[in-house]
């Protein structure tokens, strides 16, 4: 590394340096990515980092029953998954049914599918027919709705349930208004401002995905 590297090249290989201290090869792992690419999926599942990071939250909150929104290939959805106990269950809501084929297939490779239902369509209309509570809600899906989304997860949860948020940083575009996705994410910091269901905070990001952020919030 030189001292003319590029910041986002420097967050890459550091988490090049971290996945390799800390994350074993993982060939399941390294099939869904494949699998991904190879169905032309865009690669914005969480970092290996990241997914490690949601696996140990899961298993820190003794999750047994995780929601997750925005499933794409799964990736997240098998370190999620991963966490849970042999009778453990995973909903995985996903608009997309090509993105969906593919996450099924990667979570029978993966030894998975008994353990996550997947429910296809718009999240709004599979959330409202959900029943709580979950343990560990990981909302990652179309920006515009994270107010909604954030407002089912603590209807979903119960006290002590974790909800993490994707994205809600991106590149410090949520400084500003304008973009559709960052619009909707600012809609939902606003909800959290004189939101007394939950005590949240947030973490800015840096890494192979570049920066960004989630946040993470406890249900009262
Ligand atoms: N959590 C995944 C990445 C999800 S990417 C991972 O880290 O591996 C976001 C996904 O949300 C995409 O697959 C997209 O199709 C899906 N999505 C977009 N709008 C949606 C909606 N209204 N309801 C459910 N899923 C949606
Ligand atoms: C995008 C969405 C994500 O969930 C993510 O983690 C990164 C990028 C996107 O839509 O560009
Ligand atoms: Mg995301």
Known sequence: MSDSTAPGEVWREVDRYLEGALLPEDPVLAAALARNAEAGLPPIDVSPAQGRFLHL????????????????????????????????????????????????????????????????????????TLEGPFDLVFVDADKQNNAAYLDHAIRLGRPGTVIVVDNVV???????????????????????????????????????????????????
């Open 170 to 220: 991106r590149g410090g575009r949520i400084l500003a208004g304008g973009d559709p996705q960052v619009d909707g994410t600012r809609r939902m910091f606003a909800a959290l401002e004189r939101e007394d269901r939950v005590q949240a905070t947030a973490l800015q990001t840096v890494g192979a995905k570049g920066y960004d952020g989630f946040v993470l919030a406890r249900v009262r």
């Open 57 to 128: 939250l899961a298993r820190l909150a003794g999750a047994r029953r995780i929601l997750e929104i925005g499933t794409l290939g799964g990736y997240s959805t098998i370190e999620l998954a991963r966490a849970l106990p042999a009778d453990g269950r995973l909903v995985t809501c996903e608009y997309s049914p090509e993105h969906a084929a593919v996450a099924r297939a990667n979570l029978e490779h993966a030894g998975l599918a008994d353990q996550v239902d997947i429910r296809v369509g718009p999240a709004l209309d599979t959330l409202p």
